[in-house]
T-cell receptor, first 115, second 115 residues
Framework: EPEVTQTPSHQVTQMGQEVILRCVPI?????FYWYRQILGQKVEFLVS????????KSEIFDDQFSVERPDGSNFTLKIRSTKLEDSAMYFC?????????????FGAGSRLTVL | AQSVTQLGSHVSVSEGALVLLRCNYS??????LFWYVQYPNQGLQLLLK??????LVKGINGFEAEFKKSETSFHLTKPSAHMSDAAEYFC?????????????FGSGTRLSIRP
């Protein structure tokens, strides 16, 4: 069964450092998403991406964050200067269409720990 | 705007007992509703979804949920709990129709199963 692949599974970084989280969505999917889950809290929407541009973003997704699809397969989330509060599990997801009826397929997540 | 409220952050049942996880939603348009499950150290896996049609939907692992518009509810049930059902369960909503949409998650309910 097709799956969304995320790397790294766990990254530890110092506050102020740049971090790039990578995702390989399902190959025929066109819509891509990043969500995050701070430990013990709900899964929060960060950003959606289609046709090489951001479709929608949340208040969390400030200037420290950026997304990119550098080639035909990868979808990346960059945090420019990490803060302690960026420590969370980051989930990538993809779907074939934007309609809510189409299920998002989630990756296993990348755990980011900021020290 | 859409939102989801999950009643009870932690539910504990005995093996073989009925599982009932409560979810109420708010949506300005007819919603699509989802239940996702997250096993320890894993990503989010779709259990079931409601889009249109039959209001009782069946999912994987013996779970089902019923969409009740009059009560704005989408509670998740399973007749007989199994030890392997121990996990975090998230109810989620997105606006119905063909417009691009993100999924909004509830805060989650941790299900524990007692032997």
């Amino acid at each position: 069964e097709p799956e969304v692949t995320q790397t790294p599974s766990h990254q530890v970084t110092q506050m102020g450092q740049e971090v790039i989280l990578r995702c390989v969505p399902i190959s025929n999917h066109l819509y891509f998403y990043w969500y995050r889950q701070i430990l013990g809290q709900k899964v929060e929407f960060l950003v959606s991406f289609y046709n090489n541009e951001i479709s929608e973003k949340s208040e969390i997704f400030d200037d420290q964050f950026s997304v990119e699809r550098p080639d035909g397969s990868n979808f990346t989330l960059k945090i420019r200067s990490t803060k302690l509060e960026d420590s969370a599990m980051y989930f990538c997801a993809s779907s074939p269409h934007p309609s809510g009826a189409n299920v998002l397929t989630f990756g296993a997540g990348s755990r980011l720990t900021v020290l | 705007a859409q939102s989801v409220t999950q009643l009870g952050s932690h539910v504990s049942v005995s093996e073989g007992a009925l599982v009932l996880l409560r979810c109420n939603y708010s949506s300005s348009v007819p919603p699509y509703l989802f239940w996702y499950v997250q096993y320890p150290n894993q990503g989010l896996q779709l259990l079931l979804k409601y889009t249109t049609g039959a209001t009782l939907v069946k999912g994987i692992n013996g779970f089902e949920a019923e969409f009740k518009k009059s009560e704005t509810s989408f509670h998740l049930t399973k007749p007989s709990a199994h030890m392997s059902d121990a996990a975090e369960y998230f109810c989620a909503v997105s606006p119905g129709g063909s417009s691009a949409s993100k999924i909004i998650f509830g805060s989650g309910t941790r299900l524990s199963i007692r032997p």
